[in-house]
């Protein structure tokens, strides 16, 4: 909660471009911060996004590098597993994501490896999450 009411602080007063820049670089140092395979999922996630979703804007949520849809709703981001001490990090897509399928679909990803599959897999989630 702490760093979401930093989060918060840090663009207080900020509006169009200045918010959007200081968001964007919050969103690279905390991908800088990360070690092992939580700064290849993040790296490789951040680079997904800014290519099949240019129009979701990099942020932090809660410390997590995550991006947002123009009305600043979370849509997508990466929960390191650095973060709470688990077995590995995870691509996690909101409620603002349009993922819905049937009754129950999932939301959360686990990734222990980046491989061309799983680089594959994320990028047409992330492109059915903004269509």
């Not at 395979?37 to 490789?44: P, W």
């Not at 129009?55 to 991006?67: I, R, V």
Request: glycine residues 6%.
């Amino acid at each position: 909660m702490k760093q979401r009411a930093e989060e918060l602080r840090s663009t207080k007063g900020l509006k169009g471009a200045a918010k959007l820049a200081r968001e964007m670089e919050a969103c690279v140092s905390a991908i800088d911060e990360l070690e092992g395979i939580d700064s290849e999922v993040a790296t490789m996630f951040h680079r997904l996004v800014s290519e099949e979703a240019p129009d979701l804007a990099p942020k932090t949520f809660y410390g997590f590098p995550a991006y947002a849809n123009g009305e600043g709703k979370v849509v997508m981001f990466v929960q390191p597993k650095s973060k709470f001490d688990t077995r590995y990090p995870t691509v996690n897509f909101d409620e603002h994501a349009h993922l819905d399928d049937g009754a129950m679909w999932p939301t959360s990803f686990a990734v222990v490896e980046v491989t061309s599959e799983v680089e594959s897999r994320l990028r047409d989630l992330v492109r059915r999450a903004v269509a």
